[in-house]
């Protein structure tokens, strides 16, 4: 799969375009307005992020002050070092991003270790687990926080990443049957970047779906404003689909 380089910022510098040209490797993307910004990192789920380290500060901060986004490397291309303590994994240059862009690249690009997720998710389903799906599919979703934190905490290996995500769309619907819009939103963002590693199925659970539901959940909090929040439509909040395994 095509890895993603994405740049955020107020405008297009020239060191992005000498790197869209010599590098054939990589999709580039661009996002240069403030709003949305962190749904759009979320979406694209880019392996690297750049910014313009001589800009605005509010680039660096913005992503890697937010649960959802801090995770993924980013890197300030100019003359200052004010991002580095903005958060910015590291500080380049034009001239050394340029000379060197494909090892700098793939030394901060975080990779899955997709044999051992792959192996845990043949596994079947633990009994905690079990529990925490039969509270989330009866509407108790702050009970099921508690079982899937659980597993998350005492899993070392990849599929802990399955645990967190349902613990955390779970937590974004107990929001919305509370009426935090602002709460719910929050917790779906943050789930992405773990559903979005993991398989379409896993130990049992249909990923996929759960993929699909939350992000449904997610577009329909887009249409209301926060004080509309009354008004969603909460037969959007679908249980976690079981898938029967051969074998």
Partial sequence: MTKSIMFIGDTIPAWWESLKSQQDSYTFTEHT????VISTLVDIRPAVILIDGDG?????????????TRRLPLFAIGHTTNALHAGADLILSPTELLKDAPNLLQNFIREVDTEQLACDCARPLPALAQQGIEQFNKGEYYKQHD???????N???PVRDLYRAILQVGVAYYQIT?????????????SVQWLTVLPDVCQGIDVAALRADSAQVRAALDALSQDEITQFDKTLLQPIKLVKTSG
Avoid: H, I
Avoid at 33 to 36: A, E, L
Avoid at 56 to 68: E, R
């Fill in 33 to 36: 307005t403030r709003q949305g």
């Fill in 56 to 68: 605005d500060l509010f680039w660096c901060t913005a992503p890697k002050s937010n649960p959802a």
């Fill in 147 to 153: 079982s899937f934190e659980a597993l998350w905490v």
């Fill in 155 to 157: 899993t070392d290996s």
């Fill in 178 to 190: 509370r009426g935090n819009y602002r709460g719910a939103y929050k917790m779906l963002l943050r």
